[in-house]
């Protein structure tokens, strides 16, 4: 169980600019990586084309062995609804929506709101949220905003968490606290996580740390359990 | 996504109400308009028709004109320019064989009932008083079938009139130009130098004082013998089970005689332009104001989704299809639609109440009150013509947003 990649170019513009260069990785099950590099060294798009949101320009994307783009367009919503969690440097939160209703939004999909109420309520009184379902997200600080997005990334217990500088709006001890939740989600409940950063520190708190240079991976890249 | 569409419009009250209002406007007031026009045209409608009922077969008068009389005198190679061209009259308007056409009416399964008329120009007098009017010969049995003249009798009835006995139904407003009542005497002449008595057996009152004041009705058989004519029917009203029916008929029937045979369409040419014309504007009115609350809903709903294009990216990376994107925007624009329709007509009909309700100085038909209708139509015409305009101003928006990729609308978020 793993999402491979194999070869994966991707480039941009025409003509064409090649952001990635021939790509060769795995992110297995339960396992915490992190991508940093430079900004522009390509991190973000090989973790969107990770986590299916782009596609490469060649080479492929295994996902427990089946490529993704071969599904059909039910299959692909129906992962990323079921199997897949995303957080964005922006907590992307709907504003009309409270705090509950935002960690709800996966659920609501698929006609499941309900069901995960308990569950929705429980994840926010881990990340000290609980106090915050009612309310707006105009009404809560960014760390709070952003655990709100975390909540939601979680709520249908994905197998991969896809975070692209998570902490880059935040102040650095909400951030660390961002992070800490992340290795906890990993630990406890063996959810991938595929995490963007250009933060050195946050980067090393993740079991493999991929560098790119110039979307390249570096030889850098190790394994923190090696 | 109803329940998100529905949040978001209630984030966004003032806009809302905005155009909540505007599509509201756009279906009362086509309910307003339409309600007062075909009030008035069913009340038109029913004058005219008492006139000409569906199908009206009248009489060509025998006039004299050139091209019949050039061939009796000359040869058809002479070139004929005449210095006094020939003109008279030959006969007057008389249909040339009642007969057959009772024969044939009769027999027509689409022919509800048909009355035979004669109607002469004349005058009436009291004493000193007198005053020109259009005497009109009937056979009340037959007539009550094919209109509604009973409906407008203020004293009497159409049926004082069978058996003859020289006996007269009167206007309104002749009454009053010659100051006579009902039960009173009243003379008639048709200018053939001789004066008739008749009694005044009721009072009509068509609500149209150019018609009252020229009114007269009386009985086929007095009205031929007044006019010294016994046995002339000038014309036949016809009434079809299908008012539709009515050009085809006289077409059809037209090709079995001489007679004219014109249906109450043709026989109300202008009339039916100037409802035309008046269907034209009611539509105008109402499609430029829908078109401008259509507007507004486009314009909102795009403004909404240039803002909201975060959301969108959240929503479609957790799994949201774009067809449920589609629905989010598309249904704020329905329910401004049907929300905005229902108060629409709603204020419509209130509206319409009231006009109807207000007291007028004059007599319009049988009472003195607006003509309103409230026809179902109109009300589902209206509302339909509202959920249109606003599917179409929120399906153009709610694509576009449909077709934004997650990925796009991340990168130009982080620049």
């Known amino acids: 169980m793993s999402i491979v990649g194999k070869q994966i170019i991707k480039s941009f513009g025409d003509p064409a600019v090649e952001i990635l260069h021939g790509l060769d990785l795995v992110i297995h099950d339960g396992e915490f990586v992190s991508i940093s590099g430079r900004s522009g060294s390509g991190k973000s798009t090989l973790l969107y084309i990770l986590s299916t949101l782009d596609k490469p320009t060649t080479g492929e994307i295994e996902i427990d062995g089946l490529n993704p783009y071969e599904l059909g367009n039910n299959e692909l919503h129906e992962y990323r609804n079921r199997s897949v969690g995303f957080i964005f440097q922006f907590h992307y939160l709907l504003p009309e929506l409270t705090a509950l209703e935002n960690v709800l939004l996966g659920p609501r999909n698929l006609g499941l709101q309900e069901e995960y109420r308990q569950r929705a309520i429980e994840l926010m009184e881990e990340f000290e949220i609980g106090d915050q379902i009612h309310k707006y997200p105009s009404q809560m600080s960014g760390g709070q905003q952003q655990r709100v997005a975390i909540a939601r990334a979680l709520i249908m217990k994905p197998r991969y968490i896809f975070a692209d500088e998570p902490t880059g709006n935040l102040d650095s001890i909400t951030g660390l606290k961002v992070m800490k939740f992340l290795q906890k989600i990993n630990k406890e409940d063996g959810t991938a996580i595929v995490l963007v950063t250009h933060e050195p520190d946050y980067a090393s708190m993740a079991e493999r740390e991929i560098y790119l240079i110039d979307g390249r991976i570096s030889s850098r890249e190790h394994d923190a359990h090696a | 996504m109803l329940y998100l569409a529905f949040r978001q419009m209630l984030s966004r009250k003032k ?44 009489g060509k008068e025998g006039n004299i004109v050139e091209k019949e009389i050039t061939p009796r005198f000359f040869s058809e190679n002479e070139y004929v320019r005449w210095v006094i061209p020939p003109q008279g009259k030959r006969s007057e308007s008389k249909l040339e064989n009642p007969q057959s056409w009772f024969d044939r009416l009769s027999a027509d399964p ?4 048909y009355a035979p008329r004669l109607t002469i120009s004349g005058m009436a007098s009291k004493s000193r008083h007198r005053t020109n009017i259009n005497i009109t010969g009937i056979i009340p049995a037959r007539q009550i079938k094919i209109t509604s003249l009973e409906d407008y009798m203020k004293e009497g009835s159409i049926l004082d009139l069978s058996g ?16 006579a009542k009902v039960g009173e005497s009243i003379n008639l002449s048709t200018g053939l130098g001789e004066n008739r008595p008749f009694k005044i057996v009721g009072k009509i009152e068509m609500g149209n004082e150019q018609i009252d004041k020229v009114m007269v009705l009386g009985n086929i058989r007095d009205i031929q013998t007044l006019n010294r004519t016994p046995g002339r029917i000038g ?19 037209s090709i079995y005689s001489n007679d004219n045979v014109e249906s109450w369409e043709e026989a109300n040419a202008q009339f039916m332009q100037m409802i035309t014309i008046q269907d034209i504007m009611r539509l105008v ?14 314009n909102i709903l795009t403004i909404m ?5 975060k959301e969108i990216a959240i929503l479609r990376s957790i799994g949201y299809a774009p067809d449920k994107i589609l629905e989010l925007f598309l249904f704020q624009g329905l329910m401004l639609g049907f929300g905005g329709g229902l108060l629409g007509i709603s204020l419509g009909f209130i509206i319409n109440l009231f006009m109807e309700s207000i007291e007028l100085s004059m007599q319009i038909g049988k009472s ?35 077709k934004l990729t997650p990925l796009e609308i991340i990168r130009s978020e982080m620049g």
């Open chain 2, 110 to 113: 689409d022919v509800v009932s």
């Open chain 2, 15 to 58: 806009q809302t109400a905005l155009i909540f209002l505007g599509v509201s406007f756009g279906t009362m007031i086509y309910i307003v308009i339409a309600g007062l026009q075909f009030g008035f045209r069913s009340y038109l409608y029913e004058q005219l028709l008492n006139n000409t009922s569906h199908v009206l077969i009248t």
């Open chain 2, 305 to 309: 989704i240039s803002q909201k294009q």
């Open chain 2, 368 to 402: 003195n009150h607006l003509p309103v209708s409230y026809d179902i139509s109109i009300y589902i015409t209206a509302f339909a013509a509202a959920q249109i305009a606003a599917a179409i101003a929120s399906y153009l928006p709610a694509r576009a947003a449909s």
């Open chain 2, 285 to 298: 009115i109402t499609g430029a104001i829908l078109l401008v609350a259509g507007f507004g809903i486009y």
């Open chain 2, 164 to 179: 003859g006995g020289n006996k007269l139904i009167v206007g309104s407003g002749v009454l009053k130009e010659l100051g």
């Open chain 2, 235 to 253: 014309e036949i009203t016809v009434a079809l089970i299908d008012i539709d029916l009515s050009k085809e008929k006289a077409e059809r029937w």
